[in-house]
């Protein structure tokens, strides 16, 4: 019986043992199944820490800052940053911000406060949201912002965002303060105090306490026991310790003293963007500055615009006067003027950037010299964009929009971004954005005239040119109106080739045919021409990659080119060689262009391909061939190429692009930002002036002048938005007599009588463009711009118009225009130093003016 006792005994250890070791696997492996969750459920991916973007506060005192010197009076008021300039000459005051704008009754409370703004910005989101803060909401109100004075400047640090409101009770406070305060509470009151504070004491720290940490977010705490505000503590309680702390004989004194206990840094996942803005005087003007390597912001919220000065010299609708913008040759707004149906104005400085992508073109804004202003009472301000000036547009609108004011400002592209596809089941947007800015600025010249003309205005700014660059800005010599003659030497054309459609120059006008229209113009008696040859090598108009000069044996042989070239310099005609530096266009290996390696970059790394755009759809044509924008350093080396080819000829160059388009880069490790194409054109067209060759440039972008001869194309009188109320001559009359430009072709343009008037009115050349072929050479291609062009069909009108021309302005273009005037609101009248009168009637019926009988249609002038 025992023994069998014994057996069960062993078989039912043996049974539990054997039970055991087959659960040892299982254990084990839920063991680490088990151990695995708790490290996942513990772990967390170390996040990216928050970019801390450090607040301002103003501090001082309420005061007045001043710069001051003989001619103006800066005041600015420190409590709202806002300021006054006073032109010590005249006592005209010029405000940064209306003064009655709190108490405008169109105007909503957003409104209100931005009209307070001295900036204000736009930022924006990986999903492209954008939103607007003004800097007297977002951070004067709550007094966010600091001001410090130098020997010769004002400098105010703003902090522009939502930050959380400053409550007057101690963040940080030793024991033995906070229990002097606590002892002047009611118990109630100092029992939930106690609550909201911990307690830290170096010598009885807490398991979870961090002695290095504390000590660096407070050290005060290595010699006494201090309390410290919570985290967690609501704005309703703080709301209420303020009231109890008050009551206790807390002050702002023992407020500021406790706040310099706290080192620790709080952050906060509200966007919040610092923004300096520096005032200093130059001589007779104001200088306003933005340090862009200075700006700082979150990486989830980069500033998408900055509008710096948005309402300076605003104008109420009880004021007269106008506001003055680029568009053209110049444009003037009236103030009131009603039009609140009307877009407002918007053009962008030197026009669109190509390295940023567009999907479709409706219409071209650009604006090719960098200056606006406004005029009322007795004076006027004239705002020149400096630094920066390539990343600025150029906005106005009248009264009775948003509010009761008229204003005009410049609005600057920060941070420049590109959308880009995400996947196919993602119907959102995203954004890709520029990483860093540039450690440039953002300058404004302010210039005050004591007239409210802006033909007073157009003479300031050429003082302003003639002072910024020297001798580079001189008096022409010519005696005769300058002509612009554009020769068109080949097109391309698709032409069957073994049956298989290969694209080959069409010749439009061979070397030898050249010379000849050359030699008829001259002995028909025009003279002072300056001849443009186009379409002349590398495949023609549609030029391929400027890395080798090949001429075109359609055109004639190497000897017919020189030729060519031999008599215009035998005869004292200037030639200039053609060239497009900007683009590689029907070009590939073969051409030395290879396009992952040469094409510029857009923001989202994309290569710079470029379409035309279609007039009836206006988005890009995606059928036909595209075409790149270059890398900014090769665009340098073909630019050079183009002058060794000139001067290997000993004749003058002619870029198709510099001048007009001016574009960044965003290729990686190479970036150029469009300040630095400005300056790279720049040195391109100064080293064409260093190799002896006179200079011609299309469009005419304010900072190519100094170094070019003469401008074509020049964009004359812009575009007629209905918001404006009158063309004017504003930059004609700055440049006028030192630098020679034209419109149009005469023979190109939609209105052959209207671009002639507006050319004798802006004091314009003459320009024409031709070619030998008649028009019908041009079916079945894409070249219609030039279906004027044919040369015998326009010679005798060329040369009646020239005659004309010659013999009645042939002697101005050799001084300076002082005045310019509307007559009537169709007859306008341009003066030059001599006394010379040039009335222009667009008006269908004669008119007569100062005793002048000014037909239809006609331009008459009086010396």
Known sequence: MRKNRETRKAEFKAAVIKRLKSLIAPCIILAIIVAGAIFIALWQEEEEPIQIVKVKGYEGEESVRVLENDRIRFELDSTTTQFTVTDKRTGDVWYSNPQNAEDDELALKAEKQKLLSTLILTYSTQNGVDTLHDNYRYCVQNQIYEIEEGEDYIKVYYSIGDVEKEYMIPPVITVKRMESFLANMSQTNAMMVQDYYKKYDINKLGKKDNKEELLAMYPILETEPIYVLRDTTKDNVKTKFEIYFGEAGYTDADYRADKELDMSVKTSDKPVFNVNVIYRLDGDDLLVEIPMGEIEYQEKYPIYYLSVLPYFGAAGIDEEGYMFV???????????NGKIAQNSYYSNLYGWDMAINRKALVHETRTYFNAFGIAKNNGSMLCILEEGAPYASVQADISGRNHNYNYVNAVYNITHREQYDVADKFNGEMFVYEDTLPNESLVQRYCFVDSTDYSDMALCYREYLLNKYGDAFVMQDDTSVPVAVEVVGAVDKMKQVVGVPVSRPLELTTYEEAQGIIEDLQTNGVQNMSVKLTGWMNGGVQQKMLNDVNLLSELGGKKDFKTLIDYTKAQGIDLYLNGITNYAIDSDFGDGFVVFRDAARLVSKEKAELYPYSEITYSQRDSQDPYYLLKGSLIEKMASNLVDEASKYQVNVSFDDMGEVLSSDFTEDEKVTRQDALNRQVKSLQ???????????????????????FVT????????????????????????????????????????????????????????????????TLQNTLYYEYFGADYDAWKDKMLETYAEYEEKLGHVFNQCMTDHDYVTDKVTCTTYEDGTRVYVNYGYEAVSADGVEIPAKEYVVIR
């Open 687 to 709: 080293n064409a002036k260093a190799a002896g060759q006179k200079v011609m440039i299309p469009m005419g972008n304010n900072y190519a002048l100094p170094y070019s001869d």
């Open 326 to 336: 680029p568009e053209g040759g110049g444009a003037l707004i009236n103030f009131n």
């Open 713 to 776: 194309e020049m964009d004359l009188a812009g575009s007629e938005y209905t918001i404006l109320d009158k063309q004017v001559p504003f930059y004609q009359m700055a440049i006028h007599g030192y630098v020679n430009y034209a419109g149009e072709s005469l023979n190109l343009t939609q209105n052959f009588e209207d671009e002639l008037l507006k050319s004798a009115e802006y004091g314009a050349a003459l320009s024409f463009t031709f070619m030998k072929e008649t028009l019908f």
